[in-house]
């Protein structure tokens, strides 16, 4: 089955540019959807089709998918932004829906 | 505007079966991939296998002959049945809805902790 690796942490200050990576072969081929999740929370789509933003989602996040890498970009990060952000994509081959193992945003 | 709601045991006995509930309240519930993902305690998220209505369903390798997932459309509800439990087992589980454009999950349910101990 299809994987995807994401840095398990990135850390940045507050106002700074959080970049947030997803690595699979040839990863611009597929969609790739992320989502954040806070603790005790259920996880919250941020960004699907690679860079498009949900209704109600923060101009601030954003995506990009190229070669073999996608990226969620949270721009003016917050504290409010501390998370686990998770990307996601779907195997056509075999049906399966593919989670990164996440990546812990820390805000210093 | 798509609300799950989900319940079901929250503490299993070793070799027993899991089972969980999950309605969907809003929106259309042919067409769409309801499924169970799960997270153990301090770890990521493993998708678990999905329901399509008039089309089939599909299981996560990782879970074998141990899975089932169910619908019922009369109520509007999906149905998780894990059997033959161990602690490897204990996680919060959530349902979601899938979306069939693109492929993500655009509605989850809250989640619910299952423990198995003895």
Same mark, same amino acid.
């Given at each position: 089955?299809?994987?995807?690796?994401?840095?398990?942490? +990135?850390? +940045?200050?507050?106002?700074?540019?959080?970049?947030?990576?997803?690595?699979?072969?040839?990863?611009?081929?597929?969609? +790739?959807?992320?989502?954040?999740?806070?603790?005790?929370?259920?996880?919250?789509?941020?960004?699907?089709?690679?860079? +498009?933003?949900?209704?109600?989602?923060?101009?601030?996040?954003?995506?990009?998918?190229?070669?073999?890498?996608?990226?969620?970009?949270?721009?003016?990060?917050?504290?409010?932004?501390?998370?686990?952000?998770?990307?996601?994509?779907?195997?056509?081959?075999?049906?399966?829906?593919?989670?990164?193992?996440?990546?812990?945003?820390?805000?210093? | 505007?798509?609300?799950?709601?989900?319940?079901?045991?929250?503490?299993?006995?070793?070799?027993?079966?899991?089972?969980?509930?999950?309605?969907?309240?809003?929106?259309?519930?042919?067409?769409?991939?309801?499924?169970?993902?799960?997270?153990?305690?301090?770890?990521?998220?493993?998708?678990?296998?999905?329901?399509?209505?008039?089309?089939?369903?599909?299981?996560?390798?990782?879970?074998?002959?141990?899975?089932?997932?169910?619908?019922?459309?009369?109520?509007?509800?999906?149905?998780?049945?894990?059997?033959?439990?161990?602690?490897?087992?204990?996680?919060?589980?959530?349902?979601?809805?899938?979306?069939?454009?693109?492929?993500?999950?655009?509605?989850?349910?809250?989640?619910?902790?299952?423990?198995?101990?003895?």
């Amino acid at each position: 089955s299809y994987v995807v690796t994401q840095p398990p942490s +990135v850390s +940045v200050a507050p106002g700074q540019t959080a970049k947030i990576t997803c690595a699979g072969n040839n990863i611009e081929g597929k969609d +790739v959807h992320w989502y954040q999740q806070k603790p005790g929370q259920a996880p919250v789509l941020v960004v699907y089709d690679d860079n +498009v933003r949900p209704s109600g989602v923060t101009e601030r996040f954003s995506g990009s998918n190229s070669g073999d890498t996608a990226t969620l970009n949270i721009t003016g990060v917050e504290v409010g932004d501390e998370a686990d952000y998770y990307c996601q994509t779907w195997d056509i081959r075999t049906y399966h829906w593919v989670f990164g193992g996440g990546t812990k945003l820390t805000v210093l | 505007q798509v609300q799950l709601q989900q319940w079901g045991t929250g503490l299993v006995k070793p070799s027993e079966t899991l089972s969980l509930t999950c309605a969907v309240d809003g929106g259309s519930f042919g067409g769409n991939y309801w499924s169970w993902i799960r997270q153990a305690p301090g770890k990521g998220l493993e998708w678990i296998g999905h329901i399509k209505h008039w089309g089939g369903t599909i299981y996560n390798p990782s879970f074998k002959s141990r899975v089932t997932i169910s619908e019922d459309t009369s109520k509007r509800q999906s149905s998780l049945k894990l059997t033959s439990v161990t602690a490897a087992d204990t996680a919060m589980y959530f349902c979601a809805r899938g979306n069939t454009s693109s492929y993500f999950f655009d509605s989850w349910g809250q989640g619910t902790l299952v423990i198995v101990s003895a």
